[in-house]
């Protein structure tokens, strides 16, 4: 069955600190990958997915499929990324979206 | 606000009672799902619409729920004699199916906090 894990439920670092929020995945299929961010107070919102190979606000996110994983990045933190991470899987042929259990990320000043 | 809205925000209720969620999406998107978040957890993919078809149903949605989107707008997400089990946040989404069949980004809406006392 697909499956998001994302190991760690909190991260805190100081503004500046590099940041990897992870995400590994079960799907036997080729899947595609997606992050969502949830700030205080405000909806889930797409950050970035895979296939677009794009850096938003800073961050990327680079499919490794050897590893099943999905690994989001940033060099340096700023107290704005402080937020809630989803990690989601499309499976395929469906629109549906499979989360993982999110992280919190604090970027302390 | 020309997002996803929700009604109510809140809605607290006796275990045994209904009770129904409406959600209107952007409009001229034509693709309407429901997730469940519970404390702790990612969303859970609950269903799908596409126009008025409901598409995909997920084993969560037991007997005691049913989502309709009469006229491909807005939908209802139904739940009967609620149990304390059902307490959660009920997510609205929808999207616009473009032009490829690349993935069509899903716009949350701010959901609805349910409460079973």
């Known amino acids: 069955a697909q499956r998001v894990t994302q190991p760690e439920k909190l991260l805190s670092v100081f503004k500046g600190a590099p940041v990897e929020l992870k995400c590994n995945y079960s799907y036997s299929g080729s899947p595609e990958l997606f992050w969502y961010v949830q700030y205080s107070r405000q909806r889930l919102q797409l950050l970035l997915r895979h296939i677009s190979r794009e850096s938003i606000k800073g961050f990327t996110a680079d499919l490794n499929k050897g590893e099943t994983s999905f690994h989001l990045k940033k060099p340096f933190a700023q107290e704005e990324d402080s937020a809630m991470y989803y990690c989601a899987l499309l499976q395929g042929g469906s629109e549906k979206l499979v989360f993982g259990k999110g992280m919190k990320l604090t970027v302390n000043p | 606000d020309t997002g996803v809205s929700q009604n109510p925000r809140h809605k607290i209720t006796k275990r045994g009672q209904n009770v129904t969620f409406r959600c209107d999406p952007i409009s001229e998107h034509n693709r309407l799902y429901w997730y469940r978040q519970t404390l702790g957890q990612g969303p859970e993919f609950l269903t799908y619409f596409q126009n008025e078809a409901q598409l995909e149903k997920s084993r969560l949605l037991s007997d005691r729920f049913s989502a309709e989107r009469p006229k491909g707008s807005f939908s209802t997400l139904e739940i009967q004699r609620t149990e304390q089990g059902d307490s959660a946040m009920y997510l609205c989404?929808?999207?616009?199916?473009?032009?490829?069949?690349?993935?069509?980004?899903?716009?949350f809406g701010p959901g609805t906090r349910l409460t079973v006392l």
């Open positions: 989404a929808s999207s616009f199916p473009g032009t490829s069949s690349l993935y069509n980004e899903q716009f």
